[in-house]
């Protein structure tokens, strides 16, 4: 049974109309969640942390640091509503240290490297002032499921009547998905504001989709830790263009 079954079942026992229960579903975004084997049951579909191997030609000054890389041929096939390469492996980085928040944060803090299948590739060792950044890798394992927002996430309270139907779900529309090590499509996990909804990068009105989102631990405990966005605009996807993406960065005090 999946997130959008779990969802109906327990609607239909609260008493809750079925026109409600599937103008709800309608919101249902689909997500791979990449986790490590204790807390996946798919197979191994990338690896987190350690160090990024990339192409001689793709510059790499230890900064933004290395979070992940995914397996495209490995995923889950036909699951996510974006137009990922068939195959090449994607390169995640970001920031894990405290952000600048400059005017161009948006580009500097992250970037997307993707890496056509049978490129030549070398490990990459970050420079000494940034080797406290480098993670323990371990591999990911990657399972597809359903994402609802929870009440008062933004793609619900952003629009007064959306908020109204909704608070007839009460507790039932929760969804307690979270970034994790690395999760794809989906609705973001955000403390605050949603990274999808405006004002868009750039400035403009054309709606950006999230690609992937990953939680960002903190290193001692006086470090804040937070969530990464990664941001792109479908049709950049579908052309490969990896390198229009931006991010957002979303950071709170340690617990």
Same mark, same amino acid.
């Given at each position: 049974?999946?997130?959008?079954?779990?969802?109906?079942?327990?609607a239909t026992e609260y008493g809750v109309a079925e026109a409600t229960i599937?103008?709800?579903?309608?919101?249902?975004?689909?997500?791979?969640?990449?986790?490590?084997?204790?807390?996946s049951p798919g197979p191994v579909v990338?690896?987190?942390?350690?160090?990024?191997?990339?192409?001689?030609?793709?510059?790499?000054?230890?900064?933004?640091?290395?979070?992940?890389?995914?397996?495209?041929?490995?995923?889950?096939?036909?699951?996510?509503?974006?137009?990922?390469?068939?195959?090449?492996?994607?390169?995640?980085?970001?920031?894990?240290?405290?952000?600048?928040?400059?005017? &161009?944060?948006?580009?500097?803090? *992250?970037? !997307?490297?993707?890496?056509?299948?049978?490129?030549?590739? +070398? %490990?990459?060792?970050? $420079?000494?002032?940034?080797?406290?950044?480098?993670?323990?890798?371990?591999?990911?394992?990657?399972?597809?499921?359903?994402?609802?927002?929870?009440?008062?996430?933004?793609?619900?309270?952003?629009?007064?009547?959306?908020?109204?139907?909704?608070?007839?779900?009460?507790?039932?529309?929760?969804?307690?998905?979270?970034?994790?090590?690395?999760?794809?499509?989906?609705?973001?996990?955000?403390?605050?504001?949603?990274?999808?909804?405006?004002?868009?990068?750039?400035?403009?009105?054309?709606?950006?989709?999230?690609?992937?989102?990953?939680?960002?631990?903190?290193? &001692?405990?006086?470090?804040?830790? *937070?969530? !990464?966005?990664?941001?792109?605009?479908?049709?950049?996807? +579908? %052309?490969?263009?990896? $390198?229009?993406?931006?991010?957002?960065?979303?950071?709170?005090?340690?617990?």
């Open positions: 049974m999946d997130r959008r079954q779990e969802f109906r079942a327990h599937e103008w709800a579903l309608r919101f249902a975004l689909p997500q791979i969640e990449l986790r490590p084997r204790e807390h990338g690896q987190y942390g350690g160090l990024p191997l990339l192409p001689p030609d793709v510059e790499w000054s230890s900064y933004p640091h290395f979070f992940a890389s995914v397996d495209c041929a490995a995923l889950p096939g036909d699951v996510l509503d974006l137009p990922l390469p068939k195959d090449g492996h994607l390169l995640f980085f970001g920031n894990k240290d405290e952000p600048e928040w400059g005017d &161009d944060s948006e580009d500097t803090e *992250g970037r !997307i490297v993707y890496v056509p299948a049978g490129t030549p590739t +070398a %490990e990459r060792e970050p $420079d000494a002032g940034h080797a406290a950044y480098v993670s323990e890798p371990f591999p990911l394992h990657g399972h597809p499921a359903w994402n609802l927002p929870s009440a008062g996430h933004d793609v619900i309270e952003s629009d007064e009547e959306r908020a109204q139907m909704w608070e007839e779900l009460g507790d039932i529309g929760y969804d307690n998905s979270s970034a994790g090590e690395l999760t794809l499509g989906g609705h973001a996990s955000p403390i605050w504001d949603d990274p999808c909804l405006p004002p868009y990068p750039g400035g403009d009105d054309r709606p950006w989709r999230l690609l992937a989102q990953a939680h960002i631990p903190a290193r &001692d405990d006086k470090s804040s830790m *937070g969530t !990464i966005f990664w941001l792109m605009r479908p049709e950049d996807i +579908a %052309e490969g263009r990896f $390198d229009r993406a931006k991010v957002r960065l979303e950071m709170y005090p340690p617990e």
